[in-house]
């Protein structure tokens, strides 16, 4: 798992990728219509073999203090996929800058399922 290093005055602060999914998980479900985060076969398969991020449905790049997130998304039905979808992009993108101090340049949201029963 990689992680971003910042210097102040102090010392070193150091932010793991995996907190960086965590936060921007944790912002979408909040947003009403998001039933849950999800992942696939593949991704399942990935995340077993060592790879970052990917079994929750949060994948994250950090490149030179720049976030790149990925999110894959069950949604409940009868809401606007488009509206659900680019209000879990300003929310991930609002929480990681706001708790990390990091810039997100992108967040891609993949719809992998509509939940049709309500529990």
Known sequence: M???AKENKIGKISIADGVVASIAGIAAIEVEGVSKL???ISNELVAKLGKK???NGVKIEIENGIVVAYLSLELEYGYSIKKVSEEVQAKVKQSVENMTGLKVAVVNVVISGIKL???
Do not use: Q, S, Y
């Open 117 to 119: 029963e309500k529990n």
């Open 38 to 40: 999800t992942g696939n």
């Open 2 to 4: 990689g992680e971003i």
């Open 53 to 55: 991020n990917l079994a």
